[in-house]
């Protein structure tokens, strides 16, 4: 089946289907494109292992609450 005869019957397709038609395309290429980059994007574990501190009192009360406690 080529482009063309497809063309050619989606024009046949009342114009209220056709919306339709184009949203299941548009399903169709998402999931594909999703399929195609799903191996690209892998994060890599401790990728900024040793460029953040965290202060040693984090854990620390602070001023602000201390009449709270």
Do not use: C
């Not at 494109?33 to 892998?42: H, I, L």
């Amino acid at each position: 089946m080529d482009q063309l005869h497809i063309l050619e019957k989606i024009k046949t397709i009342p114009v209220a289907y056709q919306q339709q038609v184009e949203n299941f395309i548009d399903f169709i290429l998402y999931k594909e494109v999703k399929k195609r980059d799903a191996g690209k994007t892998t994060r890599k574990l401790g990728l900024l292992k040793g460029k953040m501190k965290i202060s040693d009192d984090f854990n620390a009360p602070l001023n602000d609450f201390k009449e709270y406690t």
